[in-house]
């Protein structure tokens, strides 16, 4: 079965300053995709960033950039230049494909605290 | 262009009670999905449709049945509902983008309290 793993519950970060937040996962399919998603406090689901395993460079979007590393199966979220608008809870989802369909399957998150 | 929307924002019930909640999208996708997020958890796959007259079961569909009505239209019964199914429920439609990559997009949510 698929699995990913949020190993940090909570993570604080002064603004400006850059943040990694943790996300290793566990497939047996060769082919997987890993996103991240942001919710802030208003509730909603907002995309932020994909690789796919195949992708031979790591995935950027903006201020985010997506450390991937294969054989550790480990997908971490670099937040450059942190903003307090980047205080949300962010989750780790893998791509399941099992099914017909493109099904995800997430982590418990971790809550992200930009301090001014 | 409204993306996915969820009907209703907010719902409380007693303990025995059904209701449906509802969900469109306009962005023509193919796939559509229910889940659930509970305090301190991620969130979790109830039911989805790959396309339109199909649907099948996530990781947790007990107490829950869906109908996809067409291709724009996916809802969510509760017939009985239960304290344990308080949580809020998000509703998602997705698209196969170029190579293996996609998103998919996320309604605003539904949060339902059973007392």
């Known amino acids: 079965a698929q699995k990913i793993t949020q190993t940090q519950p909570g993570m604080f970060v002064q603004e400006k300053e850059a943040v990694t937040l943790d996300c290793t996962y566990d497939?047996?399919?060769?082919?997987?995709?890993l996103f991240w998603y942001k919710q802030p406090s208003s509730g909603e689901m907002i995309f932020l960033i994909y690789?796919?395993?195949?992708?031979?460079q790591n995935a950027t979007e903006g201020r985010y950039s997506l450390n991937f590393q294969k054989a550790r199966k480990s997908a971490n979220l670099v937040i450059s230049a942190s903003q307090l608008g980047d205080s949300a809870m962010y989750f780790c989802a893998m791509r399941n494909t099992q099914g017909g369909s493109e099904k995800l399957v997430f982590g418990k998150g971790t809550k992200l605290t930009v301090n001014p | 262009n409204a993306g996915v929307t969820q009907t209703p924002k907010f719902q409380v019930l007693k303990t025995g009670q059904s209701m449906t909640l509802q969900c469109a999208q306009d962005?023509?996708?193919?796939?559509m999905y229910w889940y659930r997020q509970d305090p301190g958890m991620g969130l979790r796959l109830i039911y989805y449709?790959?396309?339109?007259?199909?649907?099948d079961k996530g990781e947790v569909p007990n107490g829950y049945n869906v109908s996809r009505l067409n291709k724009r239209e996916f809802s969510l019964r509760l017939e009985s509902a239960a304290p344990s199914q308080t949580s809020v429920y998000f509703c998602?439609?997705?698209?196969?983008?170029?190579?293996?990559?996609?998103?998919?997009?996320f309604g605003p949510g539904t949060r339902l309290t059973v007392t």
């Open positions: 998602a439609s997705s698209e196969v983008r170029s190579g293996d990559g996609y998103e998919q997009y």
């Open positions: 497939t047996s399919d060769p082919s997987y995709g």
């Open positions: 690789q796919g395993s195949y992708d031979q």
């Open positions: 449709s790959a396309s339109e007259g199909t649907t």
């Open positions: 962005m023509n996708h193919n796939s």
